[in-house]
């Protein structure tokens, strides 16, 4: 029997990708590209295995876990993601995911992880695991730290993204916002970081291993 999959993810192209690397490896049942899309399907569907990106345009990927889980508790979540973040991945696994694979995955490797995710498995991407073990070791969030913990998903989304170089109109694209929105929550990040600076935010940034 094949395993039943949903996928997640707010890319047509890259949807198409998946599904002709996976071929007949799986039963593909359902795809939506938004949390609000995403809850109710799977919830239907109830598919054994979901494949979801981390970052999508209207929340994260972590909370359709937390929506999801609750009520069909046997239901698999394998993060696959371009993001090979530290705070992705702990979210997302703290959440409930059962794995974490980032898109250079091949399509047999891809195959043999919803594989052994959906027989109740822990897969990651090679040092992936590290940052799940660690965070787990010491108790706390990855960053773990009270200016962190007051950043709203979004505002972290985006901190990330001003970090990896991206300029404010190309975050309004990936995010699907507005530009003034973008510099709204870069503005509300400075203020309650307490720094000044583009520079200072991807510095600070890069040392709570968030890119």
Same mark, same amino acid.
């Given at each position: 029997?094949?395993?039943?999959?949903?996928?997640?993810?707010?890319?047509?192209?890259?949807?198409?990708?998946?599904?002709? =690397?996976?071929?007949?490896?799986?039963?593909?049942?359902?795809?939506?590209?938004?949390?609000?899309?995403?809850?109710?399907?799977?919830?239907?569907?109830? &598919?054994?295995?979901?494949?979801?990106?981390?970052?999508?345009?209207?929340?994260?990927?972590?909370?359709?876990?937390?929506?999801?889980? &609750?009520?069909?508790?046997?239901?698999?979540?394998?993060?696959?993601?371009?993001?090979?973040?530290?705070?992705?991945?702990?979210?997302?696994?703290?959440?409930?995911? +059962?794995?974490?694979?980032?898109?250079?995955?091949?399509?047999?490797?891809?195959?043999?992880?919803? =594989?052994?995710?959906? =027989?109740?498995?822990?897969?990651?991407?090679?040092?992936?695991?590290?940052?799940?073990?660690?965070?787990?070791?010491?108790?706390? +969030?990855?960053?773990?730290?009270?200016?962190?913990?007051? *950043?709203?998903? +979004?505002?972290? =989304?985006? *901190?990330?993204?001003?970090?990896?170089?991206?300029?404010?109109?190309?975050?309004?694209?990936?995010?699907?916002?507005?530009?003034?929105?973008?510099?709204?929550?870069?503005?509300?990040?400075? +203020?309650?970081?307490?720094?000044?600076?583009?520079?200072?935010?991807?510095?600070?940034?890069?040392?709570?291993?968030?890119?």
């Amino acid at each position: 029997m094949k395993r039943r999959v949903v996928l997640v993810d707010d890319h047509d192209l890259f949807l198409a990708g998946v599904r002709a =690397e996976l071929g007949d490896a799986v039963d593909v049942v359902g795809q939506a590209g938004s949390v609000a899309e995403a809850v109710p399907l799977i919830k239907e569907l109830d &598919p054994e295995v979901v494949l979801l990106d981390v970052h999508l345009p209207d929340g994260s990927g972590d909370a359709i876990v937390l929506a999801v889980a &609750p009520e069909r508790p046997a239901v698999k979540f394998l993060a696959l993601s371009v993001s090979d973040a530290a705070e992705d991945v702990i979210a997302v696994i703290r959440a409930g995911a +059962r794995g974490y694979v980032t898109k250079t995955i091949s399509g047999e490797e891809l195959a043999a992880a919803i =594989e052994r995710v959906a =027989e109740g498995d822990a897969v990651f991407s090679p040092r992936l695991a590290g940052f799940v073990l660690d965070a787990f070791r010491e108790g706390g +969030r990855v960053g773990g730290d009270a200016e962190l913990d007051e *950043l709203t998903p +979004r505002e972290r =989304e985006v *901190l990330q993204l001003i970090a990896r170089g991206y300029m404010y109109k190309e975050i309004a694209a990936r995010l699907h916002l507005s530009v003034k929105t973008v510099e709204s929550h870069v503005s509300s990040v400075l +203020r309650k970081l307490q720094l000044s600076t583009r520079h200072e935010l991807a510095r600070w940034a890069t040392e709570h291993r968030l890119v």
